[in-house]
Each structure stands twice: as C-alpha cells, then as structure tokens.
C-alpha cells in the first residue's frame, strides 16, 4: 500500500509559477511509476505528466509540454510537478498517483494507476 498526498496548490495569476509536491508514505515507492492528472469541475480527470521510477523516462500531455516539469526525489519520496507560465486553463485539482511498481513504462491512462492522493487545487486567474 502507499499513500500520496499532494500540496503547493493555489490561486495565481496567468503567467505565474507553481511547484506542487507529492508526499509518499509506504512500500517501494522508488519501484513505481508516478503521474499528475488533473480534473476541472465537470470534466474527465485529464494526463498531465508521468515519470518512470528512474526519473530517467517521462511524458507530457501537449497541454504540459513545454511548460511544465515532472521530477521526482527517491531519496525524500517526493514527485514534484513544476509548472511554469500557468494559464486559466491549467485551473484543476491535481492529482498525484502511482502505479503498482516495478516496471518502467510510464502510462498516461488513469487506470494504469493504483493509488492517489486527495489531490490540490490550483486556480489560475486574473
């Protein structure tokens, strides 16, 4: 079992900077494979970025490329999503995740993963 729970959420202005954080407890996290989804009101929960538990693979959604980074820290337990040049449209709650582990692919599908935090809010607006 793991558990996840996300923080660094808020409200920012376009164009601003956010760092959120996902803080791990429980087994073998540095064996799985972690993504950021996202998920507005009304809407399906959407692929943001995922890291492979090397920290050497990753994938962005085209909404993501470009501007926002995923990263993790095996040693703290931590993935961190940077996102840079934030948009109204980046407005969500976001949601950290990770797989069952041990295995290098890195998915985008939110039913490849098997636990998730409560997620964080983040709200870009002028």
């Known amino acids: 079992q793991v558990q996840l729970v996300e923080s660094g959420g808020g409200l920012v202005q376009p164009g601003a900077s956010l760092r959120l954080s996902c803080a791990a407890s429980g087994r073998a996290f540095g064996r799985r494979n972690m993504g950021w989804f996202r998920q507005a009101p009304g809407k399906e929960r959407e692929f943001v970025a995922a890291?492979?538990?090397?920290?050497?693979?990753?994938a962005y959604a085209d909404s993501a490329k470009g501007r926002f980074t995923i990263s993790r820290d095996n040693t703290k337990n931590t993935v961190y999503l940077q996102m840079n040049s934030l948009k109204p449209e980046d407005t969500a709650a976001y949601y950290c995740a990770a797989d069952r582990g041990f295995t290098s692919i890195v998915r985008s599908s939110p039913s490849s993963y098997s636990y998730w935090g409560q997620g964080t809010q983040v709200t870009v607006s002028s």
């Open positions: 890291i492979d538990w090397t920290g050497g693979n990753t």
